[in-house]
């Protein structure tokens, strides 16, 4: 059952990184083993959370835990890379996980000259902090970009789960089978 180790041998490969390196110790005694693992990987360290029997089943576990947090990672990045790449979802998306959590979020606009052109910056108050966007040629968009930094902060440290579903609500979703089919209904 050398599964994980495999799917982590071959992601590590198939991205053109080196291979993951497993280091393994006995916590326990010759007669009654207790074998941890770590894995090393792209630069992260991963450690088994139980101990094994055997060195084997070890490194599986903690090849398991690499594995499945990178997959988790490269996830989220995909699922949130709509969001740099087209802001003007950010304020709803704000909006709606306001209403989630009974809040407001203010904006509090400001402009400057640039040359011949004025620029807008947002600076958005939400859940007691102040976010400043980056500056925008409209007030529309300096708006969704104080959300766009918002966001990405709260991602980080407030209710993820809660504005990760709400994020999700609002991606891109493929709409045909496993073969890029269309589904027939």
């Given at each position: 059952a050398t599964i994980y180790k495999n799917q982590l041998q071959?992601?590590?490969?198939k991205d053109g990184k080196r291979l993951p390196i497993y280091h393994s110790?006995?916590?326990g005694s010759e007669n009654f083993p207790m074998h941890r693992a770590k894995v090393l990987v792209d630069g992260v360290e991963y450690t088994s959370k139980l101990t094994h029997s055997t060195k084997k089943q070890a490194e599986q576990e903690v090849a398991k835990i690499?594995?499945?947090s990178i997959i988790h990672q490269e996830t989220e990045i995909e699922t949130f890379s709509f969001l740099y790449e087209d802001p003007t979802l950010c304020k709803s998306i704000l909006n709606e996980f306001a209403l989630k959590k009974k809040m407001k979020p203010t904006c509090n606009m400001r402009s400057q000259s640039r040359g011949q052109s004025l620029v807008f910056i947002c600076h958005l108050a939400f859940g007691g902090k102040t976010y400043k966007g980056e500056e925008a040629g409209n007030k529309k968009l300096a708006e969704h970009l104080a959300a766009r930094t918002a966001i990405k902060s709260l991602l980080d440290i407030l209710s993820p789960i809660i504005m990760s579903k709400v994020i999700d609500d609002h991606s891109p979703k493929c709409s045909g089978n496993l073969e890029g089919e269309s589904s027939s209904g």
């Open positions: 071959e992601y590590t490969q110790c006995n916590e690499a594995y499945e």
